[in-house]
T-cell receptor, first 115, second 113 residues
């Protein structure tokens, strides 16, 4: 089992460029989410999805778009990158759509630098 | 709204000494509490969790945490740390019916020889 796979691991963008961070899981998990990790701020939830075709906003959704066309994939799109989006991004998934007893499985992270 | 406060950003400690990493939360509903660990250049992994029942929960590598509802705390402890415990530790809370897990800012544990 590959678990949660994120690509790319590293990316450098110029301000205004667009890109997509990919996230795929092979565990048939219903729930998927994206977090960003910044020094001293922990992890902040960007967007999440409780199943194919269903997405919702987290704590810091501005500047990011998501879609969930399949159970396996949950890409995160930056339409016009800004230096404030320099961060490490983590995708996480969970078996259950509700987090009542949720344990998140994390990917290895994608480090994004916006110049 | 839920929130999580980790009271120490960094905790240096000598090998074989005891350690406590503090976590307080706020929530208006019943919660589930977690500690995750992040080793350098890796994603987060679950260390332990409190869902219900006994307020003292343990991990397989010697950590334990106690849920204290009156003090809204979930502090993480280990009686004797190893160099390999050096990592960043995150306290997290998930409410009973929602879809969000909220993380604290993290505590960096440095274990020195």
């Amino acid at each position: 089992n590959a678990g949660v796979t994120q690509t790319p691991k590293f990316q450098v963008l110029k301000t205004g460029q667009s890109m997509t961070l990919q996230c795929a899981q092979d565990m048939n998990h219903e729930y998927m989410s994206w977090y960003r990790q910044d020094p001293g701020m922990g992890l902040r939830l960007i967007h999440y999805s409780v199943g194919a075709g269903i997405t919702d906003q987290g704590e810091v959704p501005n500047g990011y778009n998501v879609s969930r066309s399949t159970t396996e994939d949950f890409p995160l799109r930056l339409l016009s990158a800004a230096p404030s989006q320099t961060s490490v991004y983590f995708c996480a998934s969970s078996r259950d759509r509700s987090l009542r007893a949720n344990v998140l499985t994390f990917g290895a992270g994608s480090r994004l630098t916006v110049l | 709204a839920q929130s999580v406060t980790q009271l120490d950003s960094q905790v240096p400690v000598f090998e074989e000494a005891p350690v406590e990493l503090r976590c307080n939360y706020s929530s208006s509903v019943s919660v589930y509490l977690f500690w995750y660990v992040q080793y350098p250049n890796q994603g987060l992994q679950l260390l332990l969790k409190y869902l219900s029942g006994s307020t003292l929960v343990e991990s397989i590598n010697g950590f334990e945490a106690e849920f204290n509802k009156s003090q809204t705390s979930f502090h993480l402890r280990k009686p004797s740390v190893h160099i390999s415990d050096t990592a960043e530790y995150f306290c997290a809370v998930s409410d009973g019916g929602g879809f969000k897990t909220i993380f604290g800012a993290g505590t960096r544990l440095f274990v020195k020889a």
